[in-house]
């Protein structure tokens, strides 16, 4: 083999490589970004923890909830309250509703974020619906609780001082093993 044809096919192999490259960076690019928003908080992204810390804050913040549908999803969705008043540090647990008005079983899926973005990663969430898929049969109305509270390390972060309002906010979208028909 020449030169010019090592070259050659050296220069494929590579172009290829980058190629193969590209495209499995580009699969794990949404996992990845995922799992970055999770571990930073990044984008409103919550956190998920196994329980609230020993002691609370005097510290009182306001959360307030907001519930959404995405286009198409035939539920209703609402929180139980509109709003309400925590200790940093202090476990809380407060209910979202959602209702199947439609004659067929619809299963659905909440995503969720919290706002202002950068309290993401001191809003911890230890129970949520959000974390499995819902399917609710025809007619049927089911409270979803949500088990959170807000780190104590909010508190000593200079870019979250003076917050003193979260709000937590769900979408539910209708997953596509729901069979949907998009009649009622």
Sequence with gaps: ?????????????????IVVGMAGLS????PLYRL???????????QVAEAAPAQ?????????????LARGMP?????????????????NIVTFVAENPTTRAITGHATFNVTP????????KIECFCFTEQVLQPGQRVEMPVQFFVDPGILDDPDTRGVGTIT??????ETPESGATGTN
């Design 1 to 17: 083999m020449s030169a010019l044809a090592r070259r050659k096919r050296s220069t494929a192999v590579i172009l290829a490589g």
């Design 27 to 30: 699969y794990a690019s949404v």
């Design 36 to 46: 970055y928003c999770q571990i930073t908080g990044q984008g409103g992204t919550t």
């Design 56 to 68: 609370a804050s005097d510290a009182v913040m306001t959360i307030r909830f907001d519930a959404n």
């Design 75 to 91: 539920w209703r969705f609402w929180p139980a309250e509109r709003s309400t008043r925590v200790r940093v540090g202090e476990p």
């Design 117 to 124: 973005e950068k309290v993401g990663i001191y809003f911890d």
């Design 168 to 173: 937590l906010s769900y979408t539910f979208f």
